[in-house]
Every structure is written in C-alpha cells, then in structure tokens.
C-alpha cells in the first residue's frame, strides 16, 4: 500500500474522518456536484443536493458541507440542521481574481521571509517528515491540514508551502487545491486557497502573508488557476485583515458546514 494515500493528520476523530473524507471522493470523484479538498466530500451548492443529501453525507463521513450558499439562505438552512441534530458551522466566502493575484505579486515584491526559514514545497516525494512538519504548524493554530494525497498534489492540484527554520522546525504554512469537479463550470478556474497558520511565537513577521502569495502565484503557475476562495469564520478579524491585504473580498456567500458530532466530538472539523 501506498503510504502516502493514507497519510492523515490531527486527533484520532480527525484522522477517522479524513479517512472516510478520502474514501468516499473515491466513490464521487467523477460526480460534478461534489466537491473535495482534502478534508471531506461536499455539495457544490444547494442547487446540488438537498438538505437530506447533505445529512447524508455528514452521517456517512462525520462532516459534509455545501460550498456556497447565499448568506439569505444560512438562517433557514441552519434551523433545519439543527432540527437533524447536526451541529452547525458556517465561513464566509472571500473570494479573488486578477487583483488577488496582482496583489499576492506586489507581496512577494515587497517582502521576503525573514534570514533563517526556507520555504520548502510539498511534492509527491517529500518525506513524511516535512509533511508531518507542515501538519504540526497548521493544527497548532486548530487548523486541520487537508489529507497528505492532496497537500501532495497526488489527487488533486495543490500546493503546500511551510517554512522551516534553521533546526528545521516549522513557523508557517500555507495551501491551495482544486476543490471542485474538474468539468464543474468553475472548476478548472477556481481553486480553494488558506491555511494560513504561524507559531504564536513567529507571528508579526507576515509570514502566513508571504506564504500565502507563493502558493497563490504557485496555483495559476502550475494548474492554470485564475480565482480563488477561502472561508474565514465571521469576526476573525486577523484572517479578514490578510483577505483584504490579498485582495479577496467578501461576495455575499457563505460555506455551510455540518458535523455529526458523534462522530466529531465537539461537532467542528477545522478552525
């Protein structure tokens, strides 16, 4: 077996579900209307499936979501999920094309990484070591890194970025994958890009800012893509801060996620 197509990170819980997150893309992958990432499979909208697909998909796999709903739609949807006894979380979209990628050019013109961190790229052969690294920083600030497959860009396009020290310790980090279908009408155009995470003790040194802009410029360099999305929880000023600074903006939609928090306990995936 192929180490690397298993490689999953996080709390017993999380690793569980980003097994079955991975299995069940294996099932959906040339279904349109699904959408994955590393973490779990998804709806691309409600237009793809309705509120029982979606419970379904969060039984079967601990947590689903839909990609992008309107922001006028989140009170009722999120009523009928907690009826289910789902717990309910939900992102705001932010979202860039041109100015984004201009943005994360003027970035890189401007600043380097501090003397001492390098940044290294995740490829199909890194050592588990470095990946496990880039996994260690993103979950210290509660962000599930996705599946080791996509920060590989084993099965999906991707790039993962972490900055090492001279010891070889983690600071930062940073990804973006393809997340929907590549024959979705915006799938080859579109791709999610975050976890931007820094050790508490490197933070003001704009190292998410930095990596952020690499694996940005990295995406459309490499796969071709022209905008990108992240979803930054409502009031987590630091991460809205870096979207303005990239040149994201919010645009009226929202990712709608479930748990089952049997499965999950605490009912939340990720940051």
Request: charged share 20%; aromatic share 6%.
């Amino acid at each position: 077996m192929d180490r690397r197509m298993d490689e999953v990170f996080g709390t017993e819980p999380q690793q569980a579900l980003l097994r079955r997150g991975r299995a069940f893309h294996d099932l959906t992958r040339h279904d349109t209307r699904y959408t994955y990432y590393g973490r779990t499979v998804g709806l691309a909208s409600a237009q793809d499936g309705d509120i029982d697909e979606l419970h379904d998909l969060t039984v079967l796999q601990g947590n689903s979501h839909y990609a992008t709903v309107s922001d006028d739609a989140l009170p009722a949807l999120r009523d009928n999920a907690l009826a289910r006894g789902l717990s309910v979380a939900h992102y705001a979209r932010w979202t860039g094309g041109a100015e984004a990628f201009d943005a994360a050019r003027a970035i890189l013109d401007r600043h380097r990484l501090p003397k001492g961190l390098t940044p290294v790229t995740i490829t199909p052969d890194s050592p588990p070591e470095t990946v496990l690294k880039l996994a260690q920083v993103s979950l210290a600030c509660g962000v599930l890194p996705p599946s080791g497959a996509v920060l590989r860009g084993l099965i999906k396009p991707a790039v993962a970025i972490v900055a090492l020290d001279e010891r070889g310790q983690p600071a930062a980090c940073a990804a973006a994958a393809g997340f929907l279908h590549p024959d979705h009408p915006d799938g080859a155009s579109t791709c999610w890009w975050g976890m931007l995470a820094t050790r508490p003790e490197r933070r003001g040194q704009r190292l998410a800012l930095i990596l952020g802009a690499m694996a940005m410029l990295d995406m459309t360099a490499r796969h071709g893509f022209t905008h990108v999305f992240t979803g930054v929880e409502p009031g987590n000023t630091p991460s809205e801060a870096i979207c303005t600074r990239m040149g994201l903006a919010r645009d009226g939609t929202s990712v709608f996620g479930v748990a089952d928090a049997r499965q999950l306990p605490g009912g939340r995936m990720t940051r």
